[in-house]
């Protein structure tokens, strides 16, 4: 018998998530069945959309996310002893999973990073490189020369996507909420310039930065800035709505108020399309494709990771809290 | 020597459109050269943009818009005296036109109505046709069965943007703001509910009306309305912008707010297109295929117009203020 951790949400947020919001339930696991396999996480993911999805999702439930597993048992030849599995199990220590399972969720056999760090299979060469590389290029169908802007830019999505946009020879402008995300951005990054929107008047830090005008505009956070930025859009401009973090935090009932896109929309024949990135992964599976040409860009230099890690299963909730805050600066992980 | 009138725009409007804007000008128009032809106004439009557009242009300028001119001379054999065109020239009782205007403006041979009322050269088989046909069919790209809300729905464009969709097999769901425009698209037009904005709950009434979600949300308003109508929006739902007019008569350095629509656009993954209607007249001209279409389902009884006409040149402040005012039912024009 195994006996397992998991974080159960018991109640709908107000505001910020509480720690209360969560317990930790500790279960034993049955033995596992022909075709199931048992798993012992070695990285979790924290991420804003769970944050979003708790007013949709009856409670209590288990926490879900990403995590990277270790196969400990198994009576499924395709996830045999010693190989590793990204599931979409989230927030617990041990796990069966099953071809059923499988079906259903999005679970598949660790790729082979080739020597780069593993906790990337649950960020840049995992399901958030999958959101930046099909959320930007096939919705922004960026071409070179084109100017980019992104919010949310020291992020997890949002840093993949600046640098994916400069890769395709775009001229890359990225909204961050501290100086040293700034920096990060500009001098390691790459990206032509960032922006503190904490500190910075919008509006004219983007028409200095942008004076010939913004043509895609990738959105993690909604409300006033992007109305902001799409009201310097140029005609036919493209949005792709990965997130609006901005509003995670608020009642559903009562959401926040912003000026009114839709002139913007209008005048400048804008296009924006808002998408979770399981279109790419159901019913046809593209994310391989996309994680084959990240680990390329990674492994030539073209593109830098940075990974925020907290370490212990104890300390999830702390993660969780500290991504929503924005303490971290590329993707946060929790490493058990 | 012909003695012209013309409205000129003097001024950025504030608010609503005042008299006092607008400076009636008399001045004599020159013979006319080779190539060129004079037209004397028979029909005028008011419309939306003209409200809009102010922002945008400078001032002072000669209020543009179509209208309907009957040839008086002529020296192009392309337009003979009698022969009437369809032209940008606005607010003019006459005007003269040349085919190098004709390169930069969007002017036309008057279809053959076939005994329709001329008027709807300037409407229904006009730009307001085209902009209801292709706006609807080429951006929601609706499919027989689905569900279709459109604002503004007995204005000109919303008007027909319903009965289209009917023709198509949808459901449709009108908001108008009287019980008379109410009782007209219902009983007179065949939309399958239609409801008043300013005296009933939205967000209830329109769960009422579209129990399985919305499709297509043809959006001639903007503002809260259109998020409340985009909270019901189906998965993969697609918003085709035409207009924003609950915001026109705003500051343009002062616009609304509206509760954020983006969390709608991500969780529902939905498409949302701003447009205006020249990007189907050039460079290549496709308002002919409308024009074939619509006067076709009006000889057939499946589309029904209704022109609300208000008669002398001098009168056509009041019928734009009118109109903006949402005085009218059906497309608004002027009989010269």
Request: net charge neutral.
């Amino acid at each position: 018998m195994v006996k397992a951790r998991k974080y159960v949400v018991k109640t709908h947020f107000v505001g910020i998530p509480k720690r209360d919001d969560f317990e930790l339930v500790e279960y034993e696991l049955p033995p596992i069945k022909d075709g199931e396999f048992l798993v012992k996480a070695e990285w979790i993911s924290v991420d804003p959309y769970m944050r979003a999805y708790n007013a949709f999702t009856p409670v209590p439930y288990d926490q879900f996310g990403f995590q990277i597993g270790l196969v400990q048992e198994s009576k499924n030849s395709k996830y045999p002893v010693g190989s590793r599995v990204v599931s979409h199990k989230g927030w617990c220590d041990y796990a069966i999973l099953s071809n059923s399972q499988e079906a259903t969720e999005i679970t598949y056999k660790m790729p082979d990073l080739k020597g780069l760090p593993m906790e990337l299979a649950i960020g840049t060469v995992g399901m958030t490189g999958a959101t930046a590389y099909f959320g930007f290029l096939e919705i922004c169908k960026p071409k070179a020369g084109e100017t980019v802007v992104v919010t949310g830019a020291a992020g997890a999505v949002g840093s993949i996507v600046g640098q994916i946009a400069k890769i395709k020879g775009c001229r890359v402008i990225g909204f961050a909420g501290s100086d040293a995300k700034v920096d990060w951005l500009e001098k390691e990054l790459g990206f032509d310039k960032a922006i503190n929107y904490k500190t910075e008047n919008i509006d004219e830090a983007l028409k200095a930065a942008a004076p010939k005008g913004v043509d895609c505009y990738f959105d993690n956070v909604g409300g006033g800035i992007s109305t902001t930025i799409m009201s310097q859009m140029n005609k036919f401009g493209r949005i792709s709505v990965c997130g609006s973090i901005s509003a995670y935090n608020d009642d559903p009932k009562s959401m926040p108020k912003a000026v009114v896109v839709q002139p913007s929309m209008v005048f400048k024949e804008l296009k924006m399309e808002g998408f979770l990135v399981s279109r790419w992964a159901k019913p046809e599976n593209r994310w391989p494709e996309a994680f084959a040409e990240i680990a390329k860009w990674i492994m030539t230099g073209q593109l830098k990771t940075k990974s925020h890690i907290t370490e212990g299963f104890d300390k999830i909730y702390d993660a969780f809290i500290g991504m929503l805050a924005g303490d971290n600066t590329g993707k946060a992980v929790v490493k058990i």
